[in-house]
């Protein structure tokens, strides 16, 4: 399997252009139910192009993008250089290199499933200050709500490259709950939608990490079967993509080194 770190490398354009954005309800829950305000801080961890951060950005508040990966740093520092209140850090989820206790709210979007799940919590746990939260937060692709949905989703299966050992389904219930323990946990659910052209439908399936690459034996052949999905299931030269953006949502206890 490809190191996580390395796995968008070449993705990047497709990424910034055709991944989803999430809801403006993921700012209003926090408000809502967890104190945010403007003068909160956010660690938004897997920070990738920003999409995410942004979100927070547009609220005010002063975030740091904590990313791995050199070309989505870079791209996530060029499409937010006008925030001022963005930084911009080389960090993984396990070793933020932020200082204890600085921020209010850690946030993963589209990463939680990427990272070593026990280093993290620990990391979070210290990087977070007292009764602060952690959100993790995933667009999930439905697969059932249509024809042309479900045909993707077997365009999936047949093609990708490791899709099932990479899928964010992988975290079940029971992972997230093992997290937050002893805690408990809040699940919110919120509709996504996007429309695409035929280069958009394109886009968006080369934007994804288990998708093969041009020089890959299976990339013509997918192609191929994009093209007759596409032309099959148009309506008016579109197609939609529908998710559930799902917000999980809690506090962690500090646990005391032994």
């Known amino acids: 399997m490809i190191n996580p770190t390395l796995r968008f490398s070449n993705r990047v354009e497709n990424y910034v252009k055709y991944r989803p954005g999430y809801p403006t309800d993921v700012v209003d829950t926090f408000a809502k139910e967890c104190g945010l305000t403007q003068?909160?801080?956010?660690?938004?961890?897997?920070?990738?192009?920003?999409?995410?951060s942004e979100l927070f950005l547009k609220n005010g508040n002063r975030v740091f993008g904590i990313e791995p990966n050199r070309a989505m740093r870079e791209a996530g520092e060029q499409l937010l250089g006008k925030y001022p209140a963005f930084t911009s850090i080389d960090g993984t989820a396990e070793e933020t290199s932020l200082?204890?206790?600085?921020?209010?709210?850690?946030?993963?979007?589209?990463?939680?499933?990427?990272?070593?799940?026990?280093?993290?919590?620990?990391?979070?746990?210290?990087?977070?200050?007292?009764?602060?939260?952690?959100?993790?937060?995933?667009?999930?692709?439905?697969?059932?709500?249509?024809?042309?949905?479900?045909?993707?989703?077997e365009l999936l299966q047949r093609y990708g490259t490791d899709y099932a050992a990479v899928d964010h389904r992988n975290v079940d219930t029971d992972a997230i709950t093992a997290f937050f323990?002893?805690?408990?946990?809040?699940?919110r659910k919120f509709e996504n939608r996007q429309v695409f052209d035929y280069d958009g439908l394109k886009g968006r399936l080369l934007s994804s990490s288990y998708t093969p690459e041009p020089g890959h034996p299976n990339h013509p052949p997918m192609l191929d079967a994009l093209r007759a999905l596409f032309d099959?299931?148009?309506?008016?030269?579109?197609?939609?993509?529908?998710?559930?953006?799902?917000?999980?949502?809690?506090?962690?206890?500090?646990?005391?080194?032994?």
């Open 39 to 52: 003068n909160s801080v956010v660690a938004d961890i897997g920070s990738g192009t920003g999409i995410l």
């Open 99 to 153: 200082v204890d206790r600085s921020v209010d709210f850690v946030t993963a979007g589209q990463a939680f499933h990427w990272f070593d799940r026990e280093r993290a919590r620990k990391e979070f746990a210290r990087i977070l200050k007292p009764s602060s939260w952690v959100a993790l937060i995933w667009n999930e692709r439905l697969t059932d709500t249509s024809p042309f949905l479900h045909a993707y989703e």
């Open 181 to 187: 323990a002893p805690q408990p946990f809040t699940l």
């Open 232 to 258: 099959k299931h148009q309506i008016n030269g579109k197609v939609s993509f529908d998710y559930v953006t799902l917000l999980y949502f809690g506090q962690l206890i500090r646990q005391l080194e032994a």
